[in-house]
């Protein structure tokens, strides 16, 4: 059974940082992985969706890095922003379905 | 294109008391899922629909809960009876048929069993 684990599990940061957030996985047979941002109380928002072929994906000040073949990925936030406070959750697709980390709180500071 | 819609964001009921959650999916999405995520944890997939057929259900607790997807578009979830342990938000999400496609999620809904 694959196993998603984020670390850290919490984050505080000074705005205007660069942070990366870490996701790794057990088994490196899967189809995409996708990372997610969830406010309090608040469904989940898709940030990026990475192929099983792709290395990288971007979107605005978010990079989204992936290591098939040692289980890991990377989300890279450029000058956080306190906006970005949210838990961030990474979810890997093996094709039967999605399995979720527990996730990374992300506090930035003003 | 709309989103995935849930309803009600909210609901409180006392334990043993038994509640439905509704789903609407992005229009052409085949598969839907229903996920249970409990305070602090990721969200653990109940069940998996591909157009109206189950396709994976081994975790939802079945002495309890319930699912249906008819005609292949909405569904609901019911809890019947609910206990305090199902406090949780429970998310809808959908996505197209092909594996490689990501999943688009709803607001959720909050359910706390007093």
């Known amino acids: 059974k694959q196993e998603v684990t984020q670390i850290p599990a919490a984050l505080s940061v000074p705005e205007g940082e660069n942070l990366v957030l870490n996701c790794s996985f057990t088994?490196?047979?899967?189809?995409?992985l996708q990372w997610f941002r969830q406010d309090p109380g608040k469904g989940l928002t898709s940030l990026l969706l990475?192929?099983?072929?792709?290395r990288e994906q971007t979107s605005g000040r978010l990079n989204a890095s992936l290591d098939k073949s040692s289980g890991r990925s990377t989300l890279y936030i450029a000058a956080s922003q306190p906006g970005d406070s949210a838990t961030y959750l990474c979810?890997?697709?093996?094709?039967?379905?999605?399995?979720f980390g527990t996730g990374t709180s992300l506090t930035v500071i003003p | 294109e709309a989103g995935v819609a849930q309803s009600p964001r909210y609901k409180i009921i006392e334990k043993r008391q038994s509640v439905a959650f509704w789903c609407n999916p992005i229009?052409?999405?085949?598969?839907l899922y229903w996920y249970q995520q409990i305070l602090g944890q990721g969200p653990k997939l109940l069940i998996q629909?591909?157009?109206?057929?189950?396709?994976?259900d081994s975790q939802l607790p079945k002495d309890r809960f319930s699912a249906e997807r008819l005609k292949g578009v909405d569904s609901t979830l019911k809890i019947q009876p609910a206990k305090l342990e199902d406090s949780a938000v429970y998310l809808c999400?959908?996505?197209?048929?092909?594996?490689?496609?990501?999943?688009?999620f709803g607001s959720g809904t909050r359910l706390t069993v007093v």
């Open positions: 088994d490196s047979a899967i189809y995409n």
């Open positions: 229009s052409g999405h085949a598969t």
């Open positions: 629909f591909q157009n109206n057929g189950v396709v994976d």
């Open positions: 979810a890997v697709n093996t094709g039967n379905q999605f399995y």
């Open positions: 999400a959908s996505s197209l048929e092909s594996v490689g496609s990501g999943y688009t």
């Open positions: 990475i192929q099983s072929s792709q």
